[in-house]
Each structure stands twice: as C-alpha cells, then as structure tokens.
T-cell receptor
Framework: DGGITQSPKYLFRKEGQNVTLSCEQN?????MYWYRQDPGQGLRLIYY???????QKGDIAEGYSVSREKKESFPLTVTSAQKNPTAFYLC??????????????FGQGTRLTVV | AQTVTQSQPEMSVQEAETVTLSCTYD???????LFWYKQPPSRQMILVIR??????QNATENRFSVNFQKAAKSFSLKISDSQLGDTAMYFC?????????????FGTGTRLQVTL
C-alpha cells in the first residue's frame, strides 16, 4: 500500500545522545517535511525538502539535522544540541500538480522521550 | 513570513448541530493554498478540505465547507450535522503557491468536542 511510514512509533533517548527518526514514503512525492508538535503550540516546521540532495531550514531547525539522499527517504536526527527534544514528531510528504505543490500527507508520528 | 492564527483554543457542539471554526492568516503572497486538517486522538493528521486562493468559489466536502474571504485573509471551517467522530483537534494551514521551497505553516489548533 502507498503511504508514509515513520519509525519507530515510540523512542527513548538518554540525554547527550543523538537519535535518528526514520521517514519513508512510496507515494513518489517530491516534497517532504518534518514537524514537531508540542501541547498548545500546533505543528512547527523543522526542515523541509523539495528535491533530492536539497533541503531548507524551517522555523525551529536548531539542534536538528536532515538528509535527502533518496526521494523516498528523509531521516531526521535529533542532536544533543537540542535543548528540549521530548515531543511528538510528524513527517509529511507532498505531491505537485502542474509543477506546484499541493496538500501534504502525514505519517503516524514518532513520540520521542528523553530520559 | 506567513502566520496562521486560530483564536479559538477549544469549542464544543452538540451532535447534529453546526459549528464554525475560525482561522486568519497573514501573507503578502497572491497565490497560495489553504487547508484544514483534523487530528483525532490517534494523532494521525487527516486532510479535511483544501482551498486554492485563486478560486473564488468556496470549497465543500460533504458536511465540511469553508468561508474563504481573501481580502480579509479569513478561512473558516463549517461543520454541519456534527458527529461524535468529528471530535478532534483541527488545524488551519497555509502553503504558498511556489514551484520551489514551499513551506506549509500551521496554526495552533482548535480542540473540538462533539457531545450528545
């Protein structure tokens, strides 16, 4: 089935460790996005990518890094520099219609907890 | 930079009634998309409805419709005949109509509770 797969669903990390969240899509979408969701703050954009080997910082990129080596994959690394990494992380991908982006489709999210 | 504002943190409606969720946005762009997403307790984000800014006609999807006022930069969602399954967080979102580097920006959400 076509869709966006995020793994793992739950992730625990010790302070000072880097951790990588996986996001894979088989929808042949060009655009991919990473969002962070905290209570009362909606979704905040971390990074986004429109094509392979290219990505842009979103509104809260500090302490995070990404790569886009393949169209299907857009992993997010939460580094030890991220001061408050405990949150729910959502990955999304978007298609184009006549060259312009349209709506985004979301994965089921990863809940990251720092212990 | 684009901003999206949802001024109603929580709302409640009785089953079978109609409710309207508000959203305003700020942009200097002329071409863009607006969306309403639903996030039920499962936390899966589900697209409810989409509106292209260049279209004057308001979008409609079954019980869901929007009131798009481009000059006022307002984009409200009306849910008719509310059902218990409509209970969720609802997010308004903005995407500019650009061929490259298009950001999708969300509001802070409105929690909707449908009651018996």
């Amino acid at each position: 089935d076509g869709g966006i797969t995020q793994s793992p669903k739950y992730l625990f990390r010790k302070e000072g460790q880097n951790v990588t969240l996986s996001c894979e899509q088989n929808l042949n979408h060009d655009a991919m996005y990473w969002y962070r969701q905290d209570p009362g703050q909606g979704l905040r954009l971390i990074y986004y990518s429109q094509i392979v080997n290219d990505f842009q910082k979103g509104d809260i990129a500090e302490g995070y890094s990404v790569s886009r080596e393949k169209k299907e994959s857009f992993p997010l690394t939460v580094t030890s520099a991220q001061k408050n990494p405990t949150a729910f992380y959502l990955c999304a991908s978007g298609r184009r219609n006549r060259g312009s982006p349209t709506e985004a489709f979301f994965g089921q999210g990863t809940r990251l907890t720092v212990v | 930079a684009q901003t999206v504002t949802q001024s109603q943190p929580e709302m409640s409606v009785q089953e079978a009634e109609t409710v309207t969720l508000s959203c305003t946005y700020d942009t200097s762009e002329n071409n863009y998309y607006l969306f309403w997403y639903k996030q039920p307790p499962s936390r899966q984000m589900i697209l409810v409805i989409r509106q292209e800014a260049y279209k004057q006609q308001n979008a409609t999807e079954n019980r869901f419709s929007v009131n798009f006022q481009k000059a006022a930069k307002s984009f409200s969602l009306k849910i008719s005949d509310s059902q218990l399954g409509d209970t969720a967080m609802y997010f308004c979102a903005f995407m500019r109509f650009s061929g490259t580097a298009s950001k999708l920006t969300f509001g802070t959400g409105t929690r909707l509770q449908v009651t018996l």
